[in-house]
């Protein structure tokens, strides 16, 4: 299929000089197009354009761009006056501030300036494209573009089509944005597009688990970085984004989706954002980033002695990876089956993943009451952490027993108050069921949610490919088990995964 990619001779302007849009200008200029930079403010765009040149410079210096393609790619950068100076461009991208009235009214001004064949798009990252469309006399001449920052860096590019878009146009910017380098996916404009929409549940299930008492801050973004795979837990994630940004997303995302209950804002986060207490940028959040403040270090549990009568039951993912690992360690256990879905005996602890529910309550339903649960990791082989919790019914003996066999195999151990799913479980059941949702009513695809949140958020692994590594059956026993236990709504499962579950399919077959 031919490329319908803007030739490179086409001029591209950026309205907006701000970090966004002066990265979505370097990464035009850096292609080959001549680059427009518009900003309100007196002497904004020049100052951009001086800053962008550095960059260019530095990648140069890197090794990254030859000195010859830096020099030429700034020299493609030029500051506009006005909007006038915007008639003959091609494509128009906006970076301008969120607000829907504000992005009506330049666009309108677009409209009336740039030639018919000039494509407008918007780099809202939240706003409806469809809403700021409508108040064009040709609104499928909008499209969103919406890019990641820093936009040179971040691979991912989603291509956003509100009712009216022109399909063509659309796709000469789906073509275009891979021109430039980037990976673009198709996404229909519902709240929060795919990326937004689909990472609620990373902060909101971690907010949840606050909010219970099953750990604090530290312990919970460690277990999610060093057994998830993540590159930040959601705390530390949501202090460097900024509360104010972040929480703003999810009342929109919420507010958008007529309070549906699986994206509601957290009490505990409206506080720091009422404190004044927004991340990072202000100096304290969930963690104290002050000079002189000491970071809080996660729960980990003390040396226990390795317990008798060590036995791997099963051959599930996880009882593998804790063989190997008690092989390596030079641990002596036997091999027995599992029946009843337990991973390991340890003296007086019988271990099993979780399923969603708490170890008191499968304890209780099982007859079990030694029972001990342990959670998801991305690679049981190779994570360094995991989150345990007992059944209220066992005893400190079952504990140690549980920890001991852990440590031995070489995990370092958060024991975390006994809620139902634990960390990693439930936030990657919970991220599938939304990306789930998402494929279900035609906002993207599969392969195009799964890309999305690998390079626009930089999970380890799509969460749809994850729920199929997992196993879409048990995605959904885990989802039906937290909906039971909390009698909420913000748990049911996707018409997407019970359909798979039925047909006996994974998501992406």
Same mark, same amino acid.
């Given at each position: ?33 001549? @680059? ?5 403010? !007196? ?22 761009l030859t000195a010859e393609a830096a020099q030429a790619a ?5 500051? +506009? ?40 798009? *918007?780099? *809202?990252?939240?706003?409806? @494209? ?29 291509? @956003? ?6 399909? =063509? ?52 973004? +460690? ?15 949501? =202090? ?66 390795? !317990? ?51 170890? *008191? ?27 345990? +919790? ?5 005893? *400190?003996?079952v504990q140690a027993a549980a920890v001991g066999l852990l ?43 799964d890309a999305a949140m690998r390079l626009g958020v930089n999970? !380890? ?39 798979? @579950? ?8």
């Amino acid at each position: 299929m031919s490329s319908k990619a803007l030739s490179l001779s086409t001029p591209v302007a950026v309205v907006g000089a701000g970090a966004m849009g002066a990265g979505i200008a370097q990464v035009a200029a850096v292609a080959g197009h001549p @680059v427009r930079l518009l900003d309100n403010r !007196p002497g904004a765009a020049e100052q951009a354009i001086v800053g962008i040149r550095a960059q260019l410079a530095k990648l140069a210096d890197k090794g990254k761009l030859t000195a010859e393609a830096a020099q030429a790619a700034g020299e493609r950068l030029s500051a +506009a006056a006005s909007s006038a100076e915007l008639a003959g461009c091609g494509l128009v991208v906006e970076a301008i501030v969120e607000h829907l009235e504000v992005k009506r009214s330049l666009f309108r001004e677009l409209e009336a300036i740039c030639g018919a064949d000039c494509i407008l798009a *918007t780099n *809202t990252s939240s706003i409806s @494209v469809t809403s700021i469309a409508a108040g064009l006399q040709a609104p499928g001449r909008l499209v969103g573009m919406h890019f990641f920052n820093p936009a040179p860096l971040m691979a991912l590019v989603e291509i @956003v089509s509100g009712l009216a878009t022109d399909r =063509d146009l659309a796709a000469v910017l789906f073509d275009t944005a891979a021109a430039w380098g980037k990976t673009p996916v198709r996404a229909k404009s519902t709240p929060g597009f795919i990326v937004n929409r689909v990472a609620r549940p990373y902060y909101a299930e971690g907010l949840r688990l606050l909010h219970e008492g099953a750990a604090d801050c530290a312990t919970i973004d +460690a277990v999610m970085r060093e057994a998830g795979g993540f590159r930040m837990g959601p705390f530390e994630l949501m =202090d460097m984004i900024g509360h104010d940004v972040n929480f703003a997303v999810t009342k929109s995302v919420w507010n958008a989706f007529y309070n549906d209950p699986r994206f509601l804002p957290s009490l505990i986060q409206q506080e720091l954002v009422d404190a004044g207490f927004i991340g990072r940028k202000s100096g304290r959040g969930f963690y104290d980033y002050r000079e002189g403040a000491e970071r809080p270090q996660p729960q980990t549990a003390a040396a226990a002695g390795l !317990p008798a009568g060590i036995a791997v039951c099963g051959d599930s993912p996880l009882a593998q990876a804790l063989a190997a690992r008690l092989q390596a360690a030079g641990v002596a256990f036997a091999r027995r089956d599992s029946a009843d879905g337990r991973i390991a005996e340890a003296g007086a602890a019988v271990l099993f993943q979780t399923d969603g529910r708490s170890a *008191t309550q499968r304890a209780s339903e099982s007859g079990i009451a030694n029972l001990v649960l342990v959670d998801l990791a991305l690679d049981h082989v190779k994570a360094t952490r995991l989150a345990l +919790a007992c059944a209220r019914q066992s005893g *400190t003996e079952v504990q140690a027993a549980a920890v001991g066999l852990l440590q031995a195999a070489g995990f370092a151990v958060s024991l975390l108050r006994d809620v139902p799913g634990l960390p990693v479980m439930r936030t990657v059941a919970m991220l599938a069921n939304e990306a789930a949702d998402a494929v279900n009513q035609g906002v993207c695809d599969a392969a195009a949610a799964d890309a999305a949140m690998r390079l626009g958020v930089n999970y !380890p692994r799509g969460p749809l490919a994850w729920a199929d590594a997992v196993g879409v059956g048990q995605i959904r026993i885990v989802l039906a088990n937290l909906a039971a236990f909390y009698g909420e709504d913000r748990y049911r499962v996707s018409p997407l995964i019970q359909q798979a @579950v039925y047909a006996g399919r994974r998501i992406h077959d």
